[in-house]
């Protein structure tokens, strides 16, 4: 081979060589950039995922607040049913004792004039 081709030969395998060198540097920034958006959107995120995670705790502690107010309200309302049906039969009972004192009283013709 004369030199002239063996200065070709090299000049050629050189620019080969630089142009896989600079493909991999145009490939090396390409995944940097996107390594650099993938770590931004992580930590994006983590952000709305903790923001989340304090959202859900405050609705949970929320609901378990008003869980323990309804079942208070319940209760009381049980209560207080119970004691007015209480009062309706004690009210029942002294009606009854009142029908009996006033047909001794006036008898048995004028209690059924009262009503």
Same mark, same amino acid.
């Given at each position: 081979m004369s030199t002239t081709a063996i200065i070709s030969c090299a000049i050629a395998v050189a620019g080969f060589i630089i142009s896989i060198l600079g493909t991999m540097a145009r490939l090396s920034v390409r995944f940097g950039k996107m390594e650099q958006r993938v770590a931004e959107n992580e930590s994006r995120d983590k952000e709305e995922r903790e923001k989340t995670r304090v959202k859900f705790e405050r609705l949970y502690h929320d609901?378990?607040?008003?869980?323990? @107010?309804? @079942?208070? +309200? $319940?209760? #009381?309302?049980? $209560? =207080? @049913?119970?004691?007015?049906?209480?009062? #309706?039969? %004690?009210?029942?009972? =002294?009606? +009854?004792? +009142?029908? #009996?004192?006033? %047909?001794?009283?006036?008898? @048995?013709? #004028?209690?059924?004039? +009262?009503?």
């Open positions: 609901v378990n607040v008003h869980n323990t @107010a309804i @079942a208070t +309200l $319940s209760t #009381k309302i049980d $209560s =207080m @049913a119970q004691t007015v049906a209480d009062t #309706k039969t %004690e009210v029942q009972h =002294m009606n +009854l004792k +009142l029908d #009996k004192m006033i %047909e001794r009283l006036y008898g @048995a013709t #004028k209690c059924q004039n +009262l009503d």
